[in-house]
């Protein structure tokens, strides 16, 4: 066991490759939702990380750096390389893990390295080396998906998982390369834990900073990144974006919120969206089920006079829908379409019936009932002498 005192050991600020969000070193996960924009938001940070930026603003630059990138879902061609255009990367700073697969081809790779093997990470680290060895070391390495190169991630060993992250981990540390891990939450995961749950919670808590992408309940085209765990630096805000020509278009104000909070609140906005729905739905049924009341009534006529009471044609129809209303055409050449409400239902008449008679209990004495024995054997003896 060697001891050293803490005071001997120079302190080191933590490296960024984006400000707050990927530090250098260290593994960060994003999580979210499939078609959230997760492989595009990798893509940002790649075109942002070979044009020497570190962060959103335009005057915090750094140093270049290469990127190693595992894709492991979309085309390389056709998909990746257009993605990375529209980002605006510098192309010959990406390095793409193509494996037995033509580097041209329409799909990912048919064998994809797997990094949970001994064999493939040392590869890894090798060109890391390599790129080092060159001057222009590779700063970041991203993963997407995790579950595509790393195979313990797609069970629910958690030793496994952590064997798996503790050796990129490691990597991370010896090369000084951040790693960025792109995963979706499972079904289960998802429905116990919450929309930023990765695949395994075990990613989240191995990784230094966890990042998720959500979308806004109010506006679907418009996606927000948020804050899930920053072990090295104060929790930074989040950010909304929209996604435009397979670019990512990033707002310019902050989203003061963690993704904790931001799912609660999404939440209950939606709680409260589904009781003014039925609370609405309440008032329109009432409302048609009145208009209807004295008989047939032309479409065009309601739906005018429902514009006049502020309710919409959606709302109309599902309200004509509850109350079981009936759609109709006059029976002329220039018929009008009307509505109406169900014909009453005919109620089975019951027809009245004799009451049965009472059923009372009656006693005879054993005497009694062997007289009549008697009695019956004796009318069935004369009976047969009488034949």
């Not at 998982?161 to 503790?166: E, Q």
Request: with cysteine; net charge neutral; aromatic share 4%.
């Amino acid at each position: 066991m060697n001891l050293e005192k803490l005071s001997e050991i120079p302190a080191t600020p933590p490296g960024w490759v984006w400000k707050g969000i990927i530090p250098e070193g260290q593994l960060t996960l994003l999580t979210g939702e499939p078609g959230v924009g997760k492989s595009l938001f990798a893509m940002d940070a790649i075109a942002r990380l070979t044009r020497g930026e570190r962060s959103l603003a335009h005057d915090d630059q750094g140093e270049p750096g290469q990127v190693i990138l595992f894709s492991g879902e979309d085309g390389i061609a056709s998909v990746v390389r257009h993605r990375l255009e529209s980002a605006g990367a510098v192309l010959p700073s990406v390095n793409i893990v193509v494996n037995d697969t033509n580097a041209m081809s329409e799909k990912p790779a048919s064998r994809r390295s797997q990094l949970d093997d001994d064999g493939e990470i040392e590869s890894l680290e090798l060109y890391l080396a390599l790129l080092r060895e060159t001057g222009a070391p590779c700063r970041l390495v991203v993963i997407d998906p995790a579950k595509s190169f790393l195979g313990a991630t797609n069970g629910r060993d958690d030793a496994k998982i952590r064997a798996s992250m503790a050796k990129l981990t490691d990597l991370a540390n010896r090369s000084g390369a951040a790693i960025l891990l792109i995963a979706a939450p499972s079904k289960i995961e998802k429905g116990k834990r919450g929309n930023w749950t990765p695949t395994s919670p075990v990613l989240a808590e191995v990784a230094r900073s966890v990042w998720t992408i959500v979308r806004d309940p109010d506006e679907p085209d418009r996606r927000v990144l948020l804050p899930v765990k920053t072990n090295l630096c104060d929790t930074p805000p989040g950010i909304g974006f929209t996604i435009e020509d397979q670019r990512i278009s990033w707002e310019n104000e902050w989203v003061r919120q963690t993704a904790e909070q931001y799912v609660a609140d999404a939440t209950e906005t939606e709680k409260l969206h589904h009781v003014a729905a039925k609370s609405e739905l309440s008032r329109v049924t009432d409302w048609l089920k009145t208009r209807m009341t004295d008989g047939p009534v032309y479409t065009s006529v309601l739906k005018e006079d429902a514009i006049g009471h502020d309710i919409s044609e959606k709302t109309l129809m599902r309200a004509l829908i509850l109350l079981g209303g009936i759609k109709g055409k006059e029976k002329k050449l220039d018929g009008r379409w009307f509505w109406r409400l169900p014909e009453p239902l005919i109620q089975p008449v019951i027809a009245s019936c004799p009451q049965p008679p009472k059923r009372t209990l009656e006693f005879k004495t054993m005497a009694e009932i062997c007289s009549e024995a008697d009695k019956a054997k004796a009318l069935k003896n004369a009976a047969k002498q009488g034949t």
